[in-house]
């Protein structure tokens, strides 16, 4: 089997991407900058991501950027944006799923029942942790 790397698509690729994220998604900077630190929220506690703010957000939206870091990428994953080049060759474009999908509708579901439940908050970041350590253990 082998092993294809993946390459980051052009900044400016990106940015008109994650433009186009704001807009499907109606969010303003302030909006996604809490929702980037409540999605992030037990890492940024750990000290292991730094907190999101409007500056940096406003220049990702406007090709104000020129390395693909992982503070880019973790703001492409919370739009859902799709950082990679994918060829046209070996994937149809409508064919393509996020990997992660069904992984992201639980956890909403998961925030909507804290949201409503704000009791059970402690125990879920419990339950998450638990989660992340074994991942780490286990080399993910």
């Known amino acids: 089997m082998t092993k294809t790397k993946l390459r980051y698509r052009s900044c400016s690729q ?21 929702a980037f630190d409540s999605r992030y929220k037990t890492e940024i506690t750990k000290g292991e991501k730094s907190p999101m703010n409007k500056d940096f957000i406003s220049r990702a939206k406007n090709n104000g950027f020129k390395v693909v870091s992982p503070r880019v990428l973790d703001l492409c994953e919370l739009l859902d944006v799709n950082p990679y080049e994918v060829s ?53």
Do not use: M, Y
């Open 14 to 34: 990106i940015s008109a991407d994650i433009e186009e994220a704001f807009k499907r998604k109606f969010f303003t900077l302030a909006e996604c900058v809490e």
């Open 88 to 140: 046209a060759k070996t994937i149809n474009k409508n064919q393509v799923e996020d990997p992660f999908e069904h992984l992201k509708k639980e956890f909403e579901k998961v925030e909507k029942i804290v949201r409503k439940r704000p009791d059970l908050e402690k125990k879920v970041k419990t339950i998450l942790r638990s989660i992340a350590d074994i991942a780490s253990v286990q080399g993910v």
